[in-house]
């Protein structure tokens, strides 16, 4: 049976903060919009227009209220709107992704990443997160470890841009031993594809 995710208010070390997405979160869409990879990992539109930055952020509402995620914007300690890191449920386990503007890299991806898993073992009473990251990106290879995450392997071609597919590093972060998940939502197998109606990334800083 399908469950409503309610997404939280959240607060990360360094006057960070992470709250459910607003129509006013427009010009962090049109930023993303600019970057050279963000739309080619999620579905973020470009080139941008208001009404597709519109239906962006109306989808991330839907995806909460379906129970098929937690979209959340990751806000700097000035109150601007800098990223988003997203967790999608699949059973007892969840897949992470994240993306932060170019403007904004460097200050504190991690601790918003953190946040967030700290609230999904705690919270939601998942035992196991997974997060994604091409090998290239060693920035966000750092993130996911600061994060707590560890590097478990790599899945070759798990990640579709265009007719292409690319290998990405596996990382997992577990819950205390023996902890249970105490949501129940429909299995569905994250994947990082980039497909139509989804935005699981990989790690992108």
């Given at each position: 049976?399908?469950?409503?995710?309610?997404?939280?208010?959240?607060?990360?070390?360094?006057?960070?903060?992470?709250?459910?997405?607003?129509?006013?979160?427009?010009?962090?869409?049109?930023?993303?919009?600019?970057?050279?990879?963000?739309?080619?990992?999620?579905?973020?539109?470009?080139?941008?227009?208001?009404?597709?930055?519109?239906a962006f952020v109306e989808r991330q509402w839907e995806r909460?209220?379906?129970?098929t995620g937690c979209p959340f914007v990751l806000v700097d300690?000035?109150?601007?709107?800098?990223?988003?890191?997203?967790?999608?449920?699949?059973?007892?386990?969840?897949?992470?992704?994240?993306?932060?503007?170019?403007?904004?890299?460097?200050?504190?991806?991690?601790?918003?990443?953190a946040a967030v898993a700290d609230w999904a073992l705690s919270?939601?009473?998942?035992?196991?997160?997974?997060?994604?990251?091409?090998?290239?990106?060693?920035?966000?290879?750092?993130?996911?470890?600061?994060?707590?995450?560890?590097?478990?392997?790599?899945?070759?071609?798990?990640?579709?841009?265009?007719?292409?597919?690319?290998?990405?590093?596996?990382?997992?972060?577990?819950?205390?031993?023996?902890?249970?998940?105490?949501?129940?939502?429909?299995?569905?197998?994250?994947?990082?594809?980039?497909?139509?109606?989804?935005?699981?990334?990989?790690?992108?800083?």
């Amino acid at each position: 049976m399908e469950r409503v995710l309610r997404v939280p208010d959240l607060a990360a070390p360094g006057g960070l903060a992470l709250r459910p997405w607003r129509l006013s979160d427009l010009d962090l869409v049109r930023e993303a919009a600019d970057d050279p990879y963000i739309p080619l990992v999620t579905t973020v539109p470009s080139p941008y227009s208001e009404a597709e930055g519109r239906a962006f952020v109306e989808r991330q509402w839907e995806r909460a209220a379906s129970g098929t995620g937690c979209p959340f914007v990751l806000v700097d300690p000035g109150g601007r709107p800098v990223g988003t890191v997203g967790l999608w449920p699949d059973g007892e386990e969840a897949t992470l992704g994240y993306w932060v503007v170019a403007s904004a890299r460097g200050r504190g991806a991690a601790a918003g990443l953190a946040a967030v898993a700290d609230w999904a073992l705690s919270e939601l009473g998942l035992p196991r997160l997974l997060l994604h990251v091409e090998p290239w990106n060693t920035a966000s290879v750092r993130v996911a470890e600061r994060a707590g995450f560890r590097r478990e392997g790599m899945l070759e071609g798990r990640l579709r841009i265009g007719d292409e597919r690319r290998d990405v590093l596996v990382f997992a972060r577990s819950g205390p031993a023996g902890k249970t998940a105490r949501r129940t939502s429909p299995a569905r197998r994250p994947d990082t594809s980039r497909a139509p109606g989804h935005d699981r990334a990989t790690g992108m800083h």
